[in-house]
């Protein structure tokens, strides 16, 4: 739970404790030595300035032109651990996932990976909170234990605490009747025994919950677990995003963030992530973000009918040949238009509409069946524009079961990744669902199966270790 306090001196390689104040990255042995890197250093120092607005609260811009790559932050957690909503058996000391349900700690006897897990006596990681959890005596759940670790933080007056407690939490929107109150309670009542007995432990368990929900990126590695960055969790929402991240175990065993832009960045540009999905819809993306962030989306995709022309939400006029769209999509009540004739559908009669092909994609879909996916593609597109999420989802599914000579199968594997790439133009939320596309294409006759498979490889050459898409990668460079 600590900074980095240490490093290499760049000009005399010896031990070195003075940081760069700009990018805190880079350490000196002494200030002479820091003044004769400048001209170095300045090219790579800190390029990203917070900004403040009424409307966005703090946010981050580019303090320079950035290309695309260019690492724009690298920091480790304030505080990390598994996510709330998790139901995975997680290793106190690491993150791990436990293989066995009998190793725990010796001492408190929560979870571990493995009874020697160096992470257990860390002072910096379990070691922490062992000894809270020892004395509160609280039945072993992972998913109330960095609630728990904030507790402690906030408890022990903690430098951490405080960089914390700055960030938004939105408890006026946590409220009696909200489903996250509900949440909170049922986490305060695990947990009230670790807490004062006075009104300030529900308060102080109220906001942190609200902490974590609001500002908390999921991690991976350790899979399974969430973490709270102080200027990353500045990165302003686009469904349109200009960075990716992805994380790397430091020193200290924690999942440290590395921010890199994706496309070229105007010095003065917002810096922007993702808070949802790229392959739901305007509709769907837009409840999330209100409903777990607490704000509304209007970039140029949420604003757009459409959404850039891939049709993701629109529906067939089932008198005519047109296509029906919600007049106004930044309002959840909208109506919908035909845009050749005068239909009109309410908001809600489209989401009866939608969720029930929902349930029938989704029961479907579980079987995995070709003979029924293909049957249900063609019901699908005669009610719903070819690229309509429900009809990408199972096209998605449905080309990984044609074999290579149907014709079909080329036409849906184009349509997908000309549909990801629209919305994902620079790979960094869709590089698996579009590299799975690119190789089922590849197998086709006529396709320029190197092209495919490189630009597979190439849009892979980011994902985590041991993850799925690592895996592919290296099952395609095989196949190459």
Request: aromatic fraction near 6%; hydrophobic fraction near 30%.
């Amino acid at each position: 739970m600590e900074y980095q306090t240490e490093g290499i001196c760049p000009i005399c390689n010896q031990r070195a404790m003075l940081k760069c104040n700009g990018c805190k990255q880079q350490f000196y042995c002494k200030k002479e030595h820091q003044r004769q890197d400048w001209p170095r250093h300045r090219s790579t120092c800190q390029p990203w300035e917070i900004r403040e607005s009424s409307e966005l609260g703090r946010y981050l811009v580019a303090s320079r032109d950035l290309n695309p790559d260019d690492v724009i932050l690298s920091e480790s957690p304030l505080i990390w651990g598994p996510a709330l909503h998790s139901d995975q058996r997680v290793c106190v000391g690491c993150g791990k996932r436990c293989k066995s349900s009998s190793t725990r700690c010796t001492k408190c006897l929560w979870p571990a990976c493995d009874a020697n897990c160096p992470g257990l006596t860390d002072k910096h990681r379990h070691g922490l909170e062992c000894s809270f959890l020892i004395k509160a005596r609280i039945i072993p759940r992972c998913d109330v234990l960095l609630v728990i670790r904030m507790l402690v933080l906030w408890r022990t007056k903690s430098k951490y605490w405080r960089s914390i407690e700055k960030l938004q939490s939105h408890e006026d929107s946590r409220g009696q009747g909200t489903d996250a109150y509900e949440e909170t309670m049922n986490i305060y009542g695990h947990i009230k025994r670790f807490l004062p007995d006075d009104l300030s432990g529900e308060d102080i368990v109220h906001k942190i919950c609200g902490l974590i929900e609001v500002n908390a990126l999921e991690t991976l590695p350790p899979e399974g677990c969430i973490a709270i960055y102080e200027t990353a969790c500045l990165l302003e929402h686009s469904c349109l995003a200009n960075t990716r991240h992805n994380f790397k175990i430091d020193d200290k065993g924690r999942p440290r963030i590395i921010v890199k832009a994706t496309c070229s960045i105007k010095r003065g540009d917002h810096l922007s992530t993702m808070y949802t999905h790229a392959l739901w819809t305007t509709r769907a993306r837009r409840a999330h973000l209100l409903e777990t962030k607490y704000f509304s989306c209007h970039c140029k995709r949420c604003v757009d009918p459409t959404e850039l022309g891939t049709h993701l939400s629109t529906l067939k006029c089932p008198h005519d040949k047109g296509l029906v769209l919600p007049k106004d999509p930044l309002n959840f009540d909208s109506q919908w238009g035909c845009n050749l004739c005068p239909g009109i559908l309410t908001a809600s009669e489209v989401k009866q509409f939608i969720d029930k092909l929902e349930e029938d994609v989704d029961e479907i879909m579980y079987e995995a069946n070709k003979d029924k996916l293909i049957n249900l593609l063609s019901r699908l597109t005669a009610l719903l524009h070819p690229g309509h999420q429900q009809c990408i989802t199972v096209s998605h599914s449905l080309i990984q079961l044609l074999p290579a000579d149907n014709p079909k199968k080329a036409e849906l594997c184009k349509r997908i990744i000309e549909t990801t790439k629209t919305l994902d133009p620079y790979g960094a939320r869709l590089a698996l669902y579009t590299a799975v596309a690119l190789r089922e294409l590849s197998t086709c006759s006529g396709e320029d199966r190197k092209r495919l498979l490189s630009e597979a490889i190439s849009l892979l050459q980011y994902e985590p270790e041991n993850s799925p898409g690592e895996k592919l990668r290296i099952l395609i460079e095989s196949e190459l």
